[in-house]
């Protein structure tokens, strides 16, 4: 998936989007992800997590090729609405299945391991991307995502079981919607997910635009995702076993307040090399949030159903992922594309605000 990050905005571009039209483009995925999130976990309660993940990983298999195919603005818009369908049954179901087989007082562990794993893929295909557009084409780096994907589909039917699951008792958690709005900590989490992940959203938009203005190529723009995403990536695997250890709710916080300086500080920055720099810092504040903020969502998914907890934590990034790029969309066509990072940064502020609230 991470392949596409340093593309979309420029082929969309080419394709005559303004800056509204491209953060329709990347919110088209992630609302129907937020559509069907929710409707997909609470199922998989039931039903079990395996046949989700591997109808998922075909049907990316499949849209890859969409973006090929995809000649206009509107033909884009709707491959993205496919992909995020897709996404809604992968990566909130896989959560949820670590989340069943995490032991108590690990979960920051497990969650740590298996952010890790995702992060550190989705950091590489920056890079790949970039690479391939550079020497290649952009089209070879579709089909690239497009064979990716069916390895994992492949690896996934074959390899996966279905995760042993205990007994249904009548202490077993049931999936419940209202006794989970209940729940402060859900809130919280639903809160701080959501106006974080709109500020990312915004970020991962527009940061190859402003890349580009820099007169950055696809590679370069590519490889800064990637030295941000894998930095993060190699701290996950510590980082969790930290949040088994240290105050969960401080550690959300702590980290939630550097990602958001960060955001704030990518303007500033005029080449290459300080861009990666500051990555180094921005990689502390996700190491420290996402692995806290997993294991919290695992202790409530364990009261509530886990592929409940797990959709409705993964509802709040895509209805931020969604409304980031279309603020910033705006923003960047009524002022210019530094002020999309600065309000996303505020944002970002605003959701420490909220997690606090309900959390306190």
């Known amino acids: 998936m991470g392949i596409i990050a340093p593309l979309l905005p420029l082929y969309a571009e080419s394709l005559g989007a303004s800056g509204i039209w491209i953060g329709v483009i990347f919110a088209g995925f992630s609302i129907s992800r937020a559509l069907f999130m929710p409707l997909i976990g609470n199922i998989s309660d039931r039903k079990g997590r395996r046949i989700f993940i591997c109808t998922g990983l075909l049907v990316y298999a499949v849209i890859s090729l969409g973006y090929i195919w995809a000649s206009r603005v509107s033909e884009l818009t709707f491959v993205r609405l496919m992909h995020g369908f897709a996404s809604a049954m992968v990566v909130p179901i896989a959560q949820a299945y670590i989340g069943d087989l995490a032991p108590e007082g690990k979960e920051g562990a497990w969650m740590g391991y298996f952010n890790a794993a995702f992060v550190a893929g989705f950091g590489f295909g920056p890079l790949m991307g970039g690479v391939l557009t550079d020497y290649f084409s952009m089209e070879t780096a579709f089909y690239t ?43 919280g989490l639903f ?170």
């Open 191 to 360: 809160s701080f997910r959501a106006v974080q992940s709109f500020g990312m959203g915004a970020f991962m938009a527009f940061f190859p635009l402003f890349g580009d203005d820099l007169g950055l190529s696809p590679g370069r723009i590519g490889a800064v995702l990637a030295i941000y995403l894998l930095l993060i990536a190699t701290a996950l695997f510590s980082s969790g076993r930290i949040a088994d250890v240290f105050n969960r709710k401080a550690l959300v916080i702590s980290g939630s307040l550097v990602s958001l300086v960060f955001i704030a500080l990518v303007p500033s920055m005029q080449n290459f090399w300080q861009l990666s720099g500051l990555c180094i810092f921005g990689a502390v504040g996700g190491a420290l949030s996402l692995p806290a903020a997993s294991a919290l969502t695992v202790e409530e998914g364990k009261k509530y159903g886990m592929g409940s907890a797990m959709g409705v934590f993964n509802m709040a990034m895509s209805i931020g992922m969604a409304t980031g790029p279309l603020m910033g969309g705006l923003i960047a066509d009524l002022m210019n594309i530094d002020s999309v990072f600065y309000f996303g940064a505020c944002m970002g502020l605003f959701g420490v605000g909220l997690f606090i609230w309900f959390t306190r």
């Open 145 to 187: 995502m497009g064979v990716l994907n069916l390895l994992a589909f492949i690896l996934a039917f074959f390899l996966l079981p279905e995760v042993r699951r205990k007994k249904e008792s009548s202490q077993s958690p049931q999936p419940s919607f209202p006794r989970m709005r209940q729940s402060g900590v859900m809130k």
